[in-house]
């Protein structure tokens, strides 16, 4: 059992005491207020400008996003089975606005990293004292011969949400029974760990409520192993008996190269030739990171792990996909616990406050079934060398060969962590 | 099991330091208390189902949570993120949530059901420990009163499982449902959902 002890106490008792103390923010009559601008309206950086605004009112907070409504990629493969519509992964900048964040729908064009100066496309430049890029990941078009912008048309990706989920969605409802529908998956790192997995399962609903029983599912994979992979194993079995396959690198799934026209997935020893060709790409960082000098030799944004500072500017914060981690995978939820700890620092910086220790985890949840649902979490803490790692004995996967029980739950919280995680982002 | 030493510490009021919203700053308690928010809603204000824990009691919040710690309560995914804190950092988010204000949830409930589980609450007596709507001035009693049917439900069918482990505090709860149906428990959570 835990106790609390006398360490505990002691600490607590002063932290209560500097709460009462230095926690308001001391600004002086005609000082100018701090500006922070935060560029990207995702999973990340909305909620790094509704936190920093949260923890310092007075502050002059800035979210440029391109466009004018976000659409969620998380839940994006409910659509896909048909539990769900685009209509309730979509979401406007309205309850931001609310709380007195100037949202600016405009396409950041260039940052100067010192000055911290960002030009926009529409023409503005705004000098910021601090600033939060949240600019996620892009397709890295090319990473296997043949899948470009093109190709995408015919063999969609799906792992940006919006027009390409719909698309695919249309090539699923018109498959014939007993054809054959292959999604290519990445090697590591890439966006949401689980989601080609759990967009198999979705599939496979969408299939068997049309009555596509003889149908089949197959996942030609570039890595060995898989986020829940036992659990996905299991969920996959129970659900959809045989109809999803899954190939590992090494059983000869890496796919070297896709012949869009022919609906072909090429790998070493085989050509899969398909009814429906899912191709998940190779990401990389948002370009602007890569082109103002965030990125490393990695193609990703170092940053110092217990702050988010960029350890490419002072002053510039890196959060979400695009930047270095540790062993936090790039999920949703990952990215919020990342944008409030860059606003504390940032609120931090502003405010003359310490900032002791962060506080970052990860709850991913996987539906596999209107009724079923898994689960990933993750608490972290900042290793001696520097680098996010799960806090021992913490976090895991739900148990293998849980009961149905678990699996129900699991959905319905499934479903309730998108509801919350949403809100926390646009209200 | 039912955490005395932590009782006595939340009872005797040495947390009553202020942390609301935000307007304070980044202090350690708020930094902690705003990582539930991905699952519980922005200050712990669930949209649902997954439980409101903004303005729940320090005391009920920091036992709960510290139970998940130490196993002594069955979850889905809560044992494995209450591993990952310290006693004192349980202390923090709890004092940070409770001090926000309770938002009931904003699902709808079936009337009926309520209504049968309003009866099944007085049957049982249910009042004297959490009140005529399911609001205890017991501090490690939970409010119930606009909580999710959802939560409520499993919640309730995990104290009428022997199988699985809850707090030894919670051990009365065992005994007072064990004999209630499954039907019956879900119009009981029907009934504290739909509850002001």
């Given at each position: 059992?835990?106790?609390?002890?006398?360490?505990?106490?002691?600490?607590?008792a002063?932290?209560?005491?500097?709460?009462?103390?230095?926690?308001?923010?001391?600004?002086?009559?005609?000082?100018?207020?701090?500006?922070?601008v935060?560029?990207g309206?995702?999973?990340?950086g909305?909620?790094?400008?509704?936190?920093?605004?949260?923890y310092?009112?007075?502050?002059?907070?800035?979210?440029?996003?391109?466009?004018?409504?976000?659409?969620?990629?998380?839940?994006?493969?409910e659509?896909?089975g048909?539990?769900?519509?685009m209509?309730?992964?979509?979401f406007?900048?309205?309850g931001l606005?609310?709380?007195?964040?100037?949202?600016l729908?405009?396409?950041?064009?260039?940052?100067?990293i010192v000055s911290?100066?960002?030009?926009?496309?529409g023409?503005?430049s705004?000098?910021a004292d601090?600033?939060?890029?949240?600019?996620?990941?892009?397709?890295?078009?090319g990473?296997?011969?043949?899948?470009?912008q093109?190709?995408?048309?015919?063999?969609?990706?799906?792992?940006?949400?919006?027009?390409?989920?719909?698309?695919l969605?249309?090539?699923?409802?018109a498959?014939?029974?007993?054809?054959?529908?292959?999604i290519?998956?990445?090697?590591?790192?890439?966006?949401?760990?689980?989601?080609p997995?759990?967009?198999?399962?979705?599939?496979?609903?969408?299939?068997?409520?049309?009555?596509?029983?003889?149908?089949?599912?197959?996942?030609?994979?570039?890595?060995?192993?898989?986020?829940?992979?036992?659990?996905?194993?299991?969920?996959?079995?129970?659900?959809?008996?045989?109809m999803i396959q899954?190939v590992?690198?090494s059983?000869?799934?890496?796919?070297?190269?896709?012949?869009?026209?022919?609906?072909?997935?090429?790998?070493?020893?085989?050509?899969?030739?398909?009814n429906?060709l899912?191709?998940?790409?190779?990401?990389?960082?948002?370009?602007?990171?890569?082109?103002?000098?965030?990125t490393d030799?990695?193609?990703?944004?170092?940053?110092?792990?217990?702050?988010?500072?960029s350890?490419?500017?002072?002053?510039?914060?890196?959060?979400?996909d695009?930047?270095?981690a540790g062993?936090?995978?790039?999920?949703g939820?990952?990215?919020?616990?990342?944008?409030?700890?860059?606003?504390?620092?940032?609120?931090?910086a502003?405010?003359?406050?310490?900032?002791?220790?962060?506080?970052?985890?990860?709850?991913?949840?996987?539906?596999?079934?209107?009724d079923?649902?898994?689960?990933?979490?993750?608490?972290?803490?900042?290793?001696?060398?520097?680098?996010?790692a799960d806090?021992?004995?913490?976090g895991?996967?739900?148990?293998?060969g849980?009961p149905?029980?678990t699996?129900?739950?699991?959905s319905?919280?499934g479903?309730s962590?998108?509801?919350n995680?949403?809100?926390?982002?646009?209200? | 099991?039912?955490?005395?030493?932590?009782?006595v510490?939340?009872?005797?009021g040495?947390?009553?330091?202020?942390?609301?919203?935000?307007?304070?700053?980044?202090?350690?308690a708020?930094?902690?208390?705003?990582?539930?928010?991905?699952?519980?809603?922005t200050?712990?204000?669930?949209v649902?189902?997954?439980?409101?824990?903004g303005?729940?009691?320090?005391?009920?919040?920091?036992?709960?949570?510290?139970?998940?710690k130490?196993?002594?309560?069955?979850?889905?995914?809560?044992?494995?993120?209450g591993?990952?804190?310290?006693?004192?950092?349980?202390?923090?988010?709890?004092?940070?949530?409770?001090?926000?204000?309770?938002?009931s949830?904003?699902?709808?409930?079936?009337?009926?059901?309520?209504?049968?589980?309003?009866?099944?609450?007085?049957?049982?007596?249910?009042?004297?420990?959490h009140?005529?709507?399911?609001?205890?001035?017991?501090?490690?009693?939970?409010?119930?009163a606009?909580?999710?049917?959802?939560?409520?439900?499993?919640?309730?069918?995990?104290?009428?499982?022997a199988?699985?482990?809850?707090?030894?505090?919670a051990?009365?709860?065992?005994?007072m449902?064990?004999p209630?149906?499954?039907?019956?428990?879900k119009?009981?959570?029907?009934f504290?959902?739909?509850?002001?």
């Amino acid at each position: 059992m835990s106790t609390m002890n006398r360490r505990d106490f002691v600490k607590l008792a002063g932290a209560a005491t500097a709460v009462g103390t230095v926690g308001f923010p001391m600004v002086g009559f005609g000082a100018p207020k701090a500006s922070v601008v935060v560029i990207g309206g995702g999973y990340a950086g909305a909620i790094a400008a509704k936190y920093t605004k949260l923890y310092v009112p007075d502050a002059e907070v800035t979210l440029i996003e391109r466009k004018k409504e976000y659409i969620s990629h998380p839940f994006s493969n409910e659509v896909l089975g048909g539990e769900r519509d685009m209509k309730s992964l979509t979401f406007t900048y309205a309850g931001l606005e609310k709380r007195g964040l100037k949202v600016l729908q405009d396409e950041v064009l260039d940052i100067d990293i010192v000055s911290k100066t960002v030009k926009t496309k529409g023409g503005k430049s705004l000098k910021a004292d601090y600033l939060i890029v949240a600019p996620g990941i892009e397709i890295k078009w090319g990473a296997i011969p043949g899948y470009g912008q093109e190709a995408a048309e015919l063999a969609p990706h799906a792992w940006e949400a919006g027009p390409q989920t719909l698309l695919l969605k249309k090539q699923i409802d018109a498959m014939p029974d007993g054809g054959l529908l292959v999604i290519v998956a990445p090697a590591n790192p890439f966006r949401c760990p689980p989601g080609p997995y759990e967009r198999a399962a979705q599939i496979a609903a969408n299939l068997t409520h049309a009555g596509k029983k003889k149908a089949k599912i197959m996942i030609l994979d570039a890595k060995d192993a898989f986020s829940k992979q036992a659990l996905f194993t299991e969920g996959w079995k129970h659900n959809y008996g045989d109809m999803i396959q899954w190939v590992g690198a090494s059983g000869g799934g890496k796919v070297m190269e896709i012949d869009a026209k022919t609906l072909t997935a090429k790998t070493e020893f085989d050509d899969f030739k398909a009814n429906v060709l899912n191709v998940i790409p190779p990401h990389r960082c948002g370009a602007i990171a890569a082109k103002v000098g965030l990125t490393d030799d990695s193609g990703w944004c170092p940053v110092n792990q217990a702050t988010f500072e960029s350890k490419k500017a002072k002053g510039v914060y890196v959060v979400g996909d695009s930047c270095i981690a540790g062993a936090m995978p790039k999920s949703g939820y990952a990215a919020n616990t990342q944008a409030k700890v860059a606003a504390a620092n940032v609120a931090g910086a502003i405010l003359g406050m310490k900032i002791e220790k962060p506080f970052l985890t990860n709850t991913c949840y996987s539906l596999l079934a209107h009724d079923y649902g898994i689960s990933v979490a993750g608490v972290y803490e900042v290793g001696a060398d520097g680098v996010l790692a799960d806090v021992k004995g913490s976090g895991g996967i739900s148990p293998v060969g849980a009961p149905l029980d678990t699996r129900k739950r699991e959905s319905v919280y499934g479903v309730s962590w998108y509801n919350n995680i949403v809100s926390d982002m646009f209200t | 099991m039912y955490n005395k030493k932590l009782g006595v510490v939340l009872a005797a009021g040495l947390l009553a330091a202020s942390a609301s919203a935000g307007a304070n700053g980044p202090t350690a308690a708020a930094i902690v208390g705003h990582t539930c928010a991905g699952c519980h809603g922005t200050l712990g204000a669930s949209v649902g189902p997954a439980p409101v824990i903004g303005g729940l009691s320090e005391m009920y919040l920091a036992s709960t949570m510290a139970a998940y710690k130490d196993g002594t309560r069955f979850g889905t995914v809560m044992e494995r993120l209450g591993r990952g804190y310290t006693p004192g950092e349980i202390l923090d988010m709890s004092k940070f949530l409770a001090a926000q204000p309770w938002v009931s949830g904003k699902i709808p409930v079936d009337a009926k059901a309520a209504e049968k589980g309003k009866t099944i609450h007085s049957a049982n007596g249910c009042a004297g420990c959490h009140g005529p709507t399911g609001i205890s001035p017991m501090p490690n009693t939970p409010r119930m009163a606009g909580q999710y049917a959802d939560y409520l439900y499993f919640q309730m069918m995990d104290y009428k499982d022997a199988k699985k482990a809850i707090p030894g505090a919670a051990m009365i709860m065992r005994n007072m449902l064990t004999p209630v149906s499954d039907d019956d428990v879900k119009a009981l959570a029907a009934f504290y959902a739909s509850a002001k």
